[in-house]
């Protein structure tokens, strides 16, 4: 059980890391987003290969196209985020992303019929709260800014990705991450297409971050979370998830120097633990 929890810690360090491995890329979000789900979805179908996983996505067509939508969402979700990591920095970008959790407790009083209680409203009202002190000075200097709008949308798509991806009930671990990265790099891939071709110059100071987010923050990243993430219990899951949030506004303070000021520092405590309350009551009660 200790290398579970390694592997699972060190998943959420890993993807904690992502939007300082960006910063060092000098290309826009969707080229980013391009390679990282490219090399990522190669990793984990070489490891799927490698140790002679069956497929099982055939016998259920209708898992399978919820796979493809969740895929598609996330892809979609990942370059809102890159994005909103230039526009907006990666610590005020995580905060916003990370009100995904908060939109899947609101969609799933309508997909799955889930009732909302007191403390699921409590945590929702705790997250918008913090979002408004996290975003106070530039809501005020000029309204919903382009990068902000980034960052919401980035957890609009990642409840979708969430929402979907629940309804894939037999397809867990390797064979849904496979899958689910490689319908990724197909909406990423069709939106470069569509807006510039593939012909583009990668500056050669770019070549090792890329590779980087690719094979350890996207293919190994990926392949130590959902290896571990089954034989863990569920509160443990959902307590220890916000350490990659959490790492991820540590590492842009000593990384990339981004201070957040005392009303941001507590908007982020508001909406870590909104989201928190939530998830954890959710935990509680299966």
């Avoid at 309804?167 to 790099?185: C, I, K, V």
């Avoid at 939106?191 to 110059?201: E, R, Y």
């Avoid at 050669?204 to 971050?209: A, F, G, K, R």
């Avoid at 996207?218 to 569920?234: D, E, H, K, Q, V």
């Amino acid at each position: 059980m200790k290398n579970v929890y390694l592997k699972y810690i060190s998943a959420l360090l890993i993807f904690g890391s992502n939007g300082i491995v960006a910063r060092y890329i000098s290309l826009n979000s969707y080229k980013i987003v391009l390679f990282r789900t490219f090399i990522g979805s190669i990793f984990l179908l070489l490891i799927f290969i490698i140790s002679k996983q069956s497929i099982s996505v055939k016998q259920n067509k209708k898992e399978f196209a919820y796979i493809v939508i969740s895929g598609l969402a996330m892809g979609a979700s990942w370059m809102f985020l890159y994005e909103a990591y230039t526009q907006i920095g990666v610590s005020v970008a995580t905060l916003a992303y990370y009100c995904g959790p908060i939109f899947v407790m609101a969609l799933s009083r309508f997909v799955f019929k889930e009732k909302i209680t007191g403390i699921k409203s409590l945590g929702f009202l705790s997250v918008l709260a913090g979002m408004y002190m996290v975003n106070q000075r530039e809501l005020l200097r000029g309204g919903l800014s382009w990068g902000l709008l980034c960052g919401i949308m980035a957890a609009v798509m990642y409840a979708v990705m969430v929402i979907f991806n629940k309804q894939a009930t037999s397809l867990t671990g390797l064979e849904n991450s496979m899958l689910q990265l490689s319908f990724s790099f197909v909406a990423v891939a069709v939106f470069t297409l569509i807006k510039q071709g593939f012909v583009f110059a990668i500056p050669p100071q770019s070549i090792l971050p890329i590779l980087v987010l690719g094979v350890v923050n996207t293919g190994i990243g990926c392949y130590l979370y959902f290896s571990s993430i089954p034989r863990l219990p569920a509160q443990t899951v959902a307590i220890c998830g916000y350490l990659e949030p959490v790492s991820a506004l540590i590492f842009s303070s000593i990384f990339l120097q981004e201070r957040l000021t005392v009303i941001q520092l507590f908007g982020t405590v508001f909406i870590l633990g909104g989201a928190a309350l939530g998830e954890l009551h959710k935990t509680r009660k299966s």
